[in-house]
């Protein structure tokens, strides 16, 4: 395909002697197409060039040498450069792309690289809280989209599995184990037991010596500690599983923080070496004032046993080792954001240079959900299966109103439950905190992944009442010359490019906007031109393109985490 923008850039770049990648950066999709279909702002050169931004645009304007074949027309607006495409030129090379590219967008940009995505995280025998759907879903998404633009992707599912909580975990369960039943709802009661234990330990220092004596016990593979341990975890998985399994989301390993329990001494010992470790008050820590970060990061408390941080910085050397990483990403709270500052700065003793600048806190706001006068029976679950089933239950009866003779409902509304909660969590910028509220996420016609569902269906219901859906080479482009049409094949174009913009920033967001606005454009088409009806060749080229927008948004939604149902 002609790349329209770095064509744009390189015929700049001649003309100024601007390196053409910069060029690229600044080139704008103009929103309104009376100002061209791409547009080059020369404000940002106005500093350098010690000129005004409307001379410098007059001035590339004389000198810029262009294919006509290509740009139609260049035009100065303001200190804007505006360029307009040759239409049919253009269409012709989004349609040919997309036929020869089945998997249209995906690319080998990153080929050679290695990305890991740690997300999700949750923690044995405690509650999947809806927090841990936000890093799930925004981790899932960019691990799909890394891996789509051909990076090696590696999807880390950082399970908090060890601690000193272990240790007391075993003692409440020696106590009560008896009285609970853990082969229904086990992380509710098991947190119940954990809650119990504290308050004890709080009042009594014996049992707290026991449950130390626990943790010394695990650590040293003590037999009843950790069959115990597993058990705890084997039943947290249970559940958490099913929630992956809900959402469709899959992880290639769940190395979690038990899995560096023997790895962490040699976090001490080198950095021991590097002599960076003091002692305050007993602890080993690590002091960080000289990159400004007044607060130490503890690796070794007081009684010589490791902890969270220590467990991180194990996991770093040995992701170093293991798999070469370009990028580690860690899509955490942001509620960690000094705590990932803290061992990202400790980690420049312990790997080299390279893995350091790869590391990246990916850190995303609170979830609320809707409290007081908006609450309803939805509103108060905090179990995350809970809620998931509850939106896919209320998608039911959405469907069943819209279409009662639908077959496979509950196929439909498990796609059309997840697709809500999928899209309303990523649609927020990662950063943000956001609320979820399930009539929102549900409404068909707002911005939603329902909305964007129901625009798919739309375009296979309409390829279904044809009975031979024409080919790129039958189809006569001169026919999808409409602003409705040109505008879609725009968003098309700009496919990848909104891919790669989300790994630039680490924010599914932009391909959850990206979205909607096809949907929007599809919906325009829709209203404004009729496709079924028409001269043959006109309907064939409407038909064509409407297949384009389905594939396109079934692609995209994948890529976000959403299932497109065929009929809803
Ligand atoms: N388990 C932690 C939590 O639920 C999150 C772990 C984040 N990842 C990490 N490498 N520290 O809060």
């Not at 997309?98 to 690319?107: A, F």
């Not at 509103?379 to 279409?403: F, H, S």
């Not at 016609?445 to 009442?465: A, D």
């Not at 094949?489 to 790669?500: A, C, G, Q």
Request: proline content about 2%; some cysteine; glycine content about 6%.
């Amino acid at each position: 395909m002609i790349q329209f923008k770095q064509y744009i850039a390189e015929a700049i770049s001649k003309a100024t002697e601007i390196k053409k990648e910069e060029l690229e950066g600044y080139i704008e999709v103009p929103k309104d197409d009376n100002n061209g279909d791409f547009a080059f702002p020369c404000f940002k050169l106005a500093k350098t060039m010690k000129k005004a931004p409307q001379i410098i645009a007059e001035e590339i304007k004389l000198k810029i040498e262009i294919d006509t074949n290509i740009v139609d027309k260049i035009e100065v607006l303001g200190g804007y450069i505006n360029f307009y495409i040759n239409k049919i030129l253009f269409v012709k090379e989004v349609l040919k792309e997309l036929s020869i590219k089945q998997e249209y967008g995906k690319s080998e940009l990153g080929k050679g690289k290695n990305i890991i995505v740690e997300y999700s995280a949750p923690n044995i025998a405690k509650p999947f809280h809806i927090g841990h759907l936000r890093t799930t879903l925004i981790g899932n998404s960019l691990y799909r989209i890394y891996k789509y633009l051909g990076y090696n992707t590696i999807g880390i599912n950082h399970l908090g599995d060890y601690g000193t909580q272990f240790g007391k975990m075993i003692e409440a369960y020696k106590m009560w184990g008896n009285e609970y039943d853990l082969t229904t709802d086990p992380i509710n009661k098991l947190m119940d037991m954990y809650v119990r234990i504290n308050e004890l330990c709080k009042k009594e220092e014996k049992v707290l010596e026991k449950c130390r004596e626990n943790f010394r016990l695990l650590e040293s593979k003590d037999k009843y500690c950790v069959d115990l341990w597993n058990k705890f975890k084997d039943l947290s998985m249970a559940e958490f599983n099913k929630i992956y399994d809900i959402l469709n989301v899959k992880f290639d390993s769940y190395k979690g923080e038990s899995f560096y329990a023997d790895k962490m001494d040699e976090v001490i010992k080198k950095l021991d070496e590097k002599g960076v470790l003091t002692e305050s008050e007993g602890a080993k820590i690590v002091d960080l004032t000289d990159v400004g970060i007044k607060t130490p990061c503890i690796v070794q408390k007081a009684n010589g046993s490791s902890i969270y941080a220590t467990r991180d910085l194990a996991a770093i050397m040995y992701r170093a080792k293991t798999y070469d990483f370009d990028k580690c990403l860690y899509v955490v709270a942001y509620e960690q954001n000094l705590y990932f500052k803290q061992i990202f700065a400790v980690a420049r003793y312990l790997v080299d240079e390279k893995y350091v600048k790869g590391l990246e806190h990916v850190s995303y706001g609170m979830v609320n959900l809707p409290t007081g006068k908006m609450s309803t029976r939805l509103g108060n679950v905090v179990k995350i299966e809970d809620l998931i089933k509850g939106t896919i239950e209320k998608a039911e009866e959405i469907i069943i109103q819209k279409n009662p003779n639908l077959e496979n409902k509950e196929e439909v509304a498990k796609k059309v439950g997840v697709g809500a909660i999928v899209y309303n969590t990523l649609s927020t910028a990662t950063i943000k905190d956001q609320i979820f509220d399930w009539e929102t996420a549900l409404n068909f016609q707002g911005e939603t992944g329902p909305y964007i569902q129901y625009t798919y269906v739309r375009t296979q219901s309409i390829l279904e009442k044809i009975s031979e859906i024409p080919e790129f080479k039958d189809i006569n482009i001169q026919k999808l010359n409409d602003k409705y049409s040109i505008n879609i094949l725009k968003l098309i174009y700009d496919f990848e490019d909104t891919l790669v913009q989300v790994t630039k920033k680490e924010e599914p967001s932009i391909l959850a906007r990206y979205l909607i606005d096809l949907s929007k454009a599809f919906s325009n088409f829709y209203n404004e031109n009729k496709i079924i009806g028409e001269e043959k060749e006109l309907q064939d080229a409407r038909i064509y393109l409407t297949k384009c927008v389905g594939r396109v948004l079934k692609i995209g939604a994948y890529l976000l985490g959403m299932e497109m149902p065929n009929k809803m």
